[in-house]
């Protein structure tokens, strides 16, 4: 009996060398997760048996558990690169099978999908139609890496001050190229189907007909002009009231209509000038928004702590792609390890709890960095001090049963 339980030892130390050699081979593995061999002795006697004045038969190994404490996070300024701070796994789409994960070093393959080191895609929530995230079915994340489509211009926002203090313009009638027929003047860039960009100009004189009665106040008339033409349109009458606001007409808009040029269709949109005001400060254009622009190329990937993936353009616009889940579970020590740092769901892990970054008990997302691996490299090196060590004892055991037996096969 004592033979088997120094053997029972050795095979203990044995295994308790090897998951102290995996922690150590993985030290630098990004998202690796320690474990540690967790022993049990061993009796031989039934219930009848001699009880509390057994010796017992050795040692067994009840399980190699998981440990899943977080890791330190080290920046890369990658900006695929996801650690996530806090419980939860990344969800990977391992060609058909769904399995889990802490390492998120992810790049793009040649479709645009965002993939992990070994080519499973990552999931998450997808958006409508209007840019919403819509938190139900998983979907593989898309990076939309083509040119972004030209949109041309339908609505200029125009928010301008109109110096009370101006004169009325001396030449009459207007003209775009006579300084003298005209107060005040601002430019904005249009867009046209085709995501040219034109130089729109919009003219501001100061009228010398007064309101109709009973209003009190002073009139401006507007003109427009694109691209330096020479021709211009009579836009219509802005009317302020003596506090400076603007009252007349409501709602303050003016449809402007171009011919396209180069194949573009022709260029119509909306100039919204509510808002606008005439105090005695100089003229100056206080805000302006207009909704066109020309193709774009992507410049970057953003990606915030509720794991929002933006996408940006080389044209200025940015768009949502979608959000990263994360999958929680009641026991993680459960979860199945199927290599390359992925585990897959077990009964004992429990079924997945999936969500959003930073709700329920899931944790936030940072892009730009990695969790490194959760091994202590220090108390790993004593571990395996300590397993050889008792390699040795259980082998000293081996030999001195052995020499005891030697001794009594010896007896004449």
């Not at 007409?249 to 449809?255: I, V």
């Not at 001090?385 to 004892?393: G, M, P, W």
Request: charged content about 10%.
């Amino acid at each position: 009996m004592s033979f088997n339980t120094g053997l029972s030892g050795l095979r203990a130390a044995n295994q308790n060398l090897s998951v102290t050699g995996n922690n150590i081979a993985n030290a630098s593995t990004t998202g690796f997760k320690q474990s540690r061999a967790e022993f049990g002795d061993v009796y031989a006697n039934s219930i009848l048996g001699t009880g509390s004045r057994a010796a017992g038969s050795g040692v067994l190994v009840n399980q190699i558990a998981q440990q899943f404490d977080q890791g330190n996070i080290s920046i890369t300024n990658n900006s695929l690169d996801v650690a996530i701070n806090g419980a939860g796994f990344f969800i990977l789409n391992d060609q058909g099978s769904r399995v889990y994960s802490r390492a998120g070093n992810f790049g793009l393959d040649n479709q645009g999908y965002i993939i992990s080191s070994t080519g499973a895609r990552l999931q998450g929530f997808g958006v409508s139609g209007s840019g919403q995230i819509q938190s139900g079915a998983l979907t593989d994340m898309r990076i939309q890496t083509q040119d972004v489509a030209p949109t041309a211009t339908t609505k200029v926002d125009l928010r301008v001050n109109l110096d009370s203090g101006a004169d009325v313009p001396p030449t009459a009638p207007f003209s775009t190229t006579d300084p003298t027929s005209y107060s005040w003047s601002t430019a904005a860039t249009v867009y046209d189907s085709l995501g040219n960009p034109h130089l729109l100009t919009t003219y501001y004189a100061k009228s010398a007909t007064a309101p109709t009665p009973p209003d009190t106040g002073t009139n401006w008339d507007v003109y427009s002009e694109l691209d330096s033409s020479g021709v211009s349109h009579a836009l219509g009458t802005l009317t302020f009231a003596t506090n400076g606001s603007l009252t007349n007409p409501t709602p303050a808009s003016f449809t402007d209509n171009w011919a396209g040029t180069g194949g573009a269709a022709p260029i119509s949109f909306s100039l919204n000038l509510a808002g606008s005001t005439q105090f005695g400060s100089a003229s100056s254009a206080n805000s302006l928004y207009q909704d066109g622009y020309a193709p774009g190329r992507l410049s970057s990937i953003d990606i915030d702590d509720n794991g929002v993936v933006f996408a940006r353009y080389s044209n200025g616009q940015a768009l949502t792609l979608g959000q990263i889940a994360l999958a929680n579970f009641a026991n993680p020590q459960g979860l199945t390890p199927v290599g390359n740092t992925n585990w897959a769901e077990s009964f004992a892990s429990g079924q997945p709890v999936v969500g959003a970054p930073q709700t329920g008990s899931r944790g936030a997302v940072q892009s730009g960095a990695l969790e490194d691996s959760n091994v202590d490299l220090s108390a790993e090196l004593v571990n395996l001090i300590l397993a050889q060590r008792d390699y040795q004892a259980n082998a000293k055991t081996i030999e001195t049963d052995n020499a005891v037996t030697q001794t009594i096969i010896n007896l004449r």
